[in-house]
């Protein structure tokens, strides 16, 4: 099972490799991670990806809030989430491709971000199941490079309190 | 200085804690880091913003190639780039507020993806600057959460080779 975790860190160095480490020692692998400054510019909001299950997650979490540094850890498992990640897909399109990539591309909502003579660069958010779909449908044209972001997640509706 | 560095690293558990480490041990602050799977399951990509002269990128670069699992590094400082970053931000939205927020949304091409009767939920992609512009745009009407992935970055046009 896949959960979402959101730890709050002091943007200090060496947070993430306490933090990354805590999870090789346990041998709990990320699928995902985004790390980035939030609102606070003494704060880094860190969003893991990482299979297990229930019990394990509890693990982790009680691990988390003991580091130093670590201020909040959010388990979103069964909330109620808004979550996106971001891809960045080249493409191969030669000429006679390019009106059905254009096509796939509207579908999904995307952006053509940038273009050669052999290739699309396409943007596009989704949750991961939209990006995965994105993927397959483009793969028959060829792949050249394909980077994501990893999910991030925030509960729905207002903050609470 | 900030630089962009791309890592292609073997998907196994304990990679990302010494990638991190690495930094970390050379006292190298960390700004932004975005690691998902790509199109082959047993790669990862991690991007890795840092701050720091050419010298001490080169380092960095040097000793990431040296460890295990690393399995190729770009540093994308003065090459063309695409680079993109999604963030979501929840911003108090009372009913006289709407229109105003509507329309910064607008004019960054973002999107609300989540409602509820005291706040939107802003999704947005663009570089770091333009990320910056809406936030500081929406923080008079104050922002109650924000979630950055941080930088993903590919070089323009079809891939080499």
Redesign the interface.
Known sequence: MQHTI?VLVEN???V??RV??L??RR?????????????DPTVS?M?IVVGGDNTVLEQISKQLNKLIDVIKVFDYTGLPV?E???A?I?VNAEAKNRAELMQIVDIFRGKI??I????F?I?V?GSLDKVNAI?SLL?PYG????????K???I????LG
């Not at 050669?116 to 290739?119: A, G, K, P, T, V």
């Not at 792949?143 to 990893?150: H, L, Y």
């Not at 729905?156 to 903050?159: K, L, N, V």
């Open positions: 959101t200090k160095f060496g993430l490799a990354s480490g999870f090789a041998g709990f692998n990320i699928e995902s991670l985004a790390v980035s400054i939030t609102d909001r969003t808004v996106r990640e971001l960045m080249k971000i940038d050669s003579d052999r290739s660069t943007e958010t993927e793969s792949i050249q490079e394909m980077v994501r972001t990893g991030i997640a925030m729905r509706g207002a903050r």
